[in-house]
């Protein structure tokens, strides 16, 4: 390329200047919000290897974008890696403006440069060729109303392209590349702001997210003090949800699993981030303004399941389960959310002890009538009955199956003398209260009893206690009946029925644990398994979690019908489970089919 004469580089840098304040104008306003909101409490940045692990995972490699939408995911990794690539030939372009050339064609390291770059050009052209195919012509409801943004990004990444591969092929020197190289500098020059104002903004702000992301899946933090009330304000804002809902790609892949979204309730887990930014594009991170009115609504944020369907397939590191949690908080510890069955789980938590609404003395009751030992420090394991299995009709089946099959195993057990509920509704309906009292008290009860290893039939509890009772100071092992079952599934007889079983995943058990292999090893006992169309990390949720068995379900078909017309679809004879929630749930959606709906411990039972 000749040298630029003076009058050029005086347009270049202008041109250079009035794109970099464009930037800045909005960007500048962007970053100012997040770091003006409060610090996140909680967070802690170490360990770094398991962040840097998945910043080159998620950020590097594409690897989620690509494993959950594997062809469209192809086509924004391809967009991705071709800016990568093009980082240096970037550079030289711009320090070519001011006549300076940092790469040679003529150098091996340079022609190297630019031939890569030319091979990732062609890609990422095919690319975005594709993309604005599906967004503008195929139009998935998932990505919302095609706006004018999305198309005029896509027309600039076209063209830098395509002026960089004409420039590549005409030459160096001529004054077809003079020109091509004017026009890839503008195209360049006008992509520059349009990102801060655009939802590409993910482009700057999601590595960071994906990096500062809380280290536990759906981990909800601890409230900072006796201020601390939930997100009821701006000013209860952290820098890491501003960070987040400034991530947002708008992709829609929340929406697409979310079971509220696809069941026709107004929760859509996407517009909850986008009314977090719109709410800070409005009032910032200062306000005193509510959160929950004009850009959130509460019957939204109390319609989620907690099932974690939206964060799993987030692209972009952002963790909604806090957010919406966080919102629940600010509106009960506030006593601004009013709600009859609410009301009433709340008040069966303080009196009973239970969710279900029980006298606590039935859960004695049932202990005397089937001669289940208390622990005595003896035993393997401290049996952790919960709500469902300590009142529960066929919740108490099930433990009932599977205190059976730990006596055939030779597995000593015993229960607590005074158990209450784990807090697992209280803590994801935002009643910071019920939950600390239900977790100190029950923690006591095991400190007394010096039990070591828990063992629990609902994955609720299991998570409940194994994670958010570690905000009070205790790390108790505890483990699902399905894990210790697989573990001698080789000494538990099989049925020779014949016919097949499907297994639903658990949220609880499945997203949140990443126990997906040992309950089917334990279901295939029974016949042989089959798999539902959303499966594993995929599956769809019962519609129990969040506190929702407990709340009623008013708006659009009910989760729990729309999940079992799937598992009936499968042609099993028998859905498998390993939840007394999602038990619960399918023993109603399921009325009136015929199959048969068996938890693990039942399968596992059945023929001893």
Not at 11 to 26: P, V
Not at 297 to 321: D, K, N, R, S, W
Not at 359 to 388: N, V
Not at 403 to 411: A, R
């Amino acid at each position: 390329m000749r040298a630029p004469a003076p009058f050029e580089i005086v347009i270049f840098l202008c041109l250079l200047g009035a794109s970099a304040i464009g930037f800045w104008t909005r960007f500048g306003v962007v970053l100012g919000r997040i770091r003006g909101a409060k610090r996140d409490a909680s967070f802690a940045l170490r360990p770094l290897w398991p962040r840097l692990r998945n910043f080159v995972q998620e950020v590097l490699l594409q690897a989620k974008v690509i494993r959950e939408r594997p062809l469209p995911g192809l086509a924004h990794a391809f967009v991705f890696w071709g800016f990568c690539a093009f980082s240096l030939v970037t550079l030289n372009h711009l320090a070519e403006g001011l006549g300076v050339r940092l790469l040679s064609p003529a150098s091996t390291f340079g022609a190297f440069c630019f031939a890569v770059a030319a091979a990732f050009a062609v890609a990422v052209s095919v690319s975005i060729v594709g993309l604005a195919f599906r967004r503008f012509i195929v139009r998935p409801k998932w990505l919302g109303k095609s706006s004018p943004e999305s198309g005029l990004i896509a027309l600039l990444i076209f063209l830098l392209m395509a002026t960089y591969l004409a420039a590549f092929w005409t030459g160096d020197g001529s004054t077809a590349e003079r020109a091509l190289w004017w026009l890839h500098t503008l195209a360049l020059l006008a992509f520059l702001p349009l990102i801060p104002h655009t939802k590409h903004l993910h482009l700057v702000l999601s590595p960071a997210a994906v990096f500062l992301r809380r280290a536990t899946f759906s981990e909800i933090p601890p409230l900072a003090d006796d201020d601390d009330f939930g997100l009821d304000t701006g000013k209860d804002l952290t820098q890491l949800v501003a960070l987040q809902a400034y991530s947002c790609v708008e992709c829609g892949r929340c929406m697409e699993h979310c079971p509220a979204s696809n069941t026709g309730k107004l929760l859509n887990p996407k517009e909850i981030i986008l009314g977090l930014r719109d709410y800070m594009n409005e009032f910032g991170t200062k306000s005193e303004e509510p959160l929950l009115g004009r850009h959130l609504a509460m019957e939204a944020a109390f319609q989620c399941t907690t099932c974690g369907a939206c964060e799993y397939q987030c692209p972009v590191g952002i963790q909604h389960l806090p957010m919406i949690v966080g919102l629940r908080r600010g509106a009960v510890n506030t006593g601004k959310w009013e709600d009859g069955y609410g009301t009433k789980l709340f008040l069966a938590l303080e009196r009973g002890g239970n969710a279900l609404g029980m006298p606590a003395s039935e859960r004695g009751k049932f202990i005397e009538k089937h001669s289940i030992p208390f622990f005595d420090g003896t035993q393997e394991y401290c049996l952790w009955l919960g709500c469902m299995g300590a009142y529960d009709p066929q919740g108490r089946e099930i433990v009932l199956a599977l205190t059976k099959v730990l006596q055939y195993l030779g597995i000593t057990y015993g229960v607590l003398r005074s158990e209450k509920c784990s807090g697992d509704a209280a803590r994801r309906l935002g009643n910071d209260l019920a939950f600390g009292e239900l977790a100190e008290f029950n923690i006591e009860q095991i400190r007394a009893a010096r039990a070591k290893k828990l063992l629990s039939i609902c994955p609720h509890c299991v998570r409940t206690i194994s994670e958010d009772w570690k905000q009070f100071g205790v790390s108790i092992p505890i483990e699902h009946h399905s894990e210790l079952l697989a573990r001698r599934v080789a000494e538990l007889p099989r049925s020779t029925s014949g016919g097949k079983i499907v297994f639903h995943d658990p949220c609880y058990l499945g997203r949140y644990r990443g126990v997906y292999d040992e309950p089917r090893r334990v279901a295939a006992l029974a016949a042989e398994l089959v798999e539902a169309p959303r499966t594993r990390e995929r599956s769809f949720c019962c519609g129990a979690g969040g506190g929702l068995a407990f709340l009623g379900e008013e708006q659009g078909t009910r989760v729990s019908a729309e999940r079992a017309q799937e598992l009936v679809a499968t042609g099993a004879g028998t859905v498998a489970a390993a939840c007394p929630f999602c038990h619960s749930m399918f023993r109603d959606a399921l009325a009136g089919q015929s199959v048969q709906l068996r938890d693990i411990a039942q399968i596992a039972a059945q023929n001893l």
